[in-house]
């Protein structure tokens, strides 16, 4: 993703223009850890939403630090207290149809784009079995692209536990896909 | 050539690199004996590549184990190419022979691609129109108008004589205030205490009362009407001073919010003397004895 700081200025000057572009640019990952925590579209958008409502109010707040380390601790928080409230731990669920990014969308080819896509839910499902600190490790690194640094003070744990509990949830990972499709990584 | 001689270069001879005489002389010797010609028949078979991978596997039972759990250890940075040199050959020989890590590894390169692929979901088409609804609008309007009080009062905050300044235009206001509303504020100011708002009504009105009889008794109706006239020439020109005070006020806070701390300095300068000059005037003019013709 290319740099935010430039929009995020001029949203913090009251740029509405500036404002409406930095909501389509990063609401594709808003919305996507949203549901990662939450597990249904309908509560994830409604999250996403107070997450950019919250955003707009504390942009006078920010400052000096990466924005997107500071939106996803912002949408983290926010996801984990509505967990709280609700008490239970929301049921496992497919990816939402038609929610595939554009990333994933622009294969070279049909045939690509679809076995892209079907690798996507495979992950998806894997992701849904596997533990929720690792699964939380794995979406706050692996799929969101945070550094170790980043992680380590969001969790709010030592950058060698960090290091070390990363590449076991991969490894978990990575045997949960293959328990789903044995010939994951070979096709 | 006798035997010890021939063994001496069977690894030569294994190899091709004997010279031509000495493979003849080889060539003699094995044709005359048993021993050696068996040597020459075991360095020609082909060993299968299971059997050496049997052979590992087996003398890893008997000695360290397999090497799988520490291979898993550095998987994940094998993939990265993270690994120092030596550590990448080794997983790399492991990987090579272990068909499971070798699974494994080969999931984990394919995850580093799929997972980003994670990261952005499309909520909806009509969600960016709901986040705008209930973040702009009237709220950037007041927005900005709070960004823009706040720089100005920064700015005017910012100045090097800024109490000075404060302090004047503080004192221009109370003169501001007293010559609007007269003799109540040359009154008695209330007392403190729960009592005292009740007590400056009953004192105010007194004087009020007094002041219109103690008139009354002096000047009579002629007097009321001049008075009167006079307080209408009074106000009158009290409005014009306004006038002009309000205007160069207004120029005090355009120049204020334009950030022009040039022109915002001239307008106060301007007020401030004004006011000092009027003070000083009611001053040498007794405002207790004031004729109410001025």
Redesign the interface.
Known sequence: MTDLAPIVERCRAGDALAWEALVRRVQGRVYAVAFHYLCDAEEARDLAQEVFIKVYRSLDTFSGESFLPWLLRLGRNAAIDRLRRKKARPQTTELPAGAGSEIAAAGPSPEESWAAEARRRLVHRALQRMSEPNRELIMLKEIQGLDLEAIASLLDVPLGTVKSRSNRARLELARKVMELDPSYGST | MNCRSFQDRLAELHEGKLAADERRAVDAHVAACSGCREFVALLRLDVPAAGTVDLTSAVLERTSGAACVQA??F???HVDRALERLDGELVTLHLAGCRDCS??????????G???????????ED??A???A???GR??RS??LA?WAERAVLGLLARPRIAWEAGYVGAMAIWLAASVFGAPFHAELPLPGAEAPARYVRHLRGSVEAAGSRTWEVAGEAGLAAMKSGLRAGCRRTAAVFDEIGREGGELAQAAFRFDTGDASDALEELTQRARGAWEQRAAKGHENRDPND
């Open positions: 898993h250890e998987l994940c940075d699974a494994l590894a080969a999931a984990l390169l394919r995850l580093s799929d997972l980003p692929l994670l990261a952005e979901l499309s909520p909806a969600f960016v709901g986040v705008l209930r973040t702009t709220a950037s927005r900005r960004g």
